[in-house]
């Protein structure tokens, strides 16, 4: 089974589902990532998923997309193609180190437990600029001990 | 009234200042937050399978049966990750900004006005979208800074997405789409999100951004000038 179809079975959506899209396109015109790569267009996307064809991890869709619903808003069947992405990034195994961090915590401690998530993603902090911000985030540091979850 | 309160991790964490601020102006208007015993992660944004997404506000509501009927949830991933998962509606799962309504504001004791000062309030995404799960009143910031006779900015980025939840993926992405906000809109910047707090916070330069809480407690008359 192509991982396109094996992602979309995490999702409340079948291939078939895809079938009311009536290729209007204003997705395209609402879409955020379209600020960072002209010419993204989700419509598109739904089309190649309809007829069981490949979607690559390196689109700027599958990188960008922040989640933010415009497409889900403009859409006339308000189909929810940041769930559809969030499903296919899973499948595709595109999750950053910080991602990765995250979610060993969850399965840590049942929260995010942000010192842990911070040392965790340390490496991908320093190679990535990201030390130059610190200052402006003095306000949120703050220390408390991690809380476990029982039976997580 | 008691409400059930569901924090989740980045307001007992980074988030800490949205957290006592919620706590306060609750406290101030006479309600009782009390939190959902040993809630847990309600995953974010963070996991494609929709059923384990879905599996961990189930878990939350779970602990929350019996002890609470309206839970309150300031996070607006959590928020939303709450109220999609209780399907049956067992629940009422509110986000503050519906309950800041006109009987909160007549109830309302104010020491402040924000006569001359400008504001942009931004709300992003989750609370506008998706609609299911978007706030009642989709102008509350607004008219809040109006009422006490502040200036309104940006109306048209006020559903612009900051790129937040790719700040610690794509760094890029969050930069450029937080200042096409930035660069769209005047004053003080007003949120709710803690993901929009850091996106804008981390680009904004001399520009302040706060949380709405700290501006209804700025308004009350705690603390000094925003």
Redesign the interface.
Known sequence: MPKTEQ?LE???YGRQDFAVCLGCKICASVC?VN??SPGTNPQEMLQRLFLGQDVAADEPLV??C?????C??ACPW?I?IP?VI??????LGTE?P??KA??G??SLF?????PYVLMK?VP??LK???MK?VT??M????F?LP?K??G? | MEYGYYPGCSLTGSAHRLDKGIKKVFAKQGHTLREIPDWNCCGAFEYGDRKELTGFSKRNLEKARGHFSEIVAPCPACYKNLKEADEEREFAVTHPLDLFDEAFFAAMKQARDLTGQVFTPYYGCILLRPKETAIQNTNIMEETIARFGGEVSGEAVKDRCCGGNQIFINKDVTEKLSRLVLDRSQGTIVVFCPLCHMAMKTFSGERKVVYYTDLLLHIMGEGGAL
């Open positions: 992602a995490l999702t409340d955020t600020d960072l990188r960008f922040t989640g933010c619903y415009r889900t808003g308000e929810r769930e969030r499903a296919l990034r899973h499948e950053s910080f991602e995250f979610k915590s969850v049942g929260r995010v437990y942000e993603a991908f902090l990535g600029g990201y911000h402006r985030w306000e949120y540091v703050g408390h809380h979850v029982k997580m």
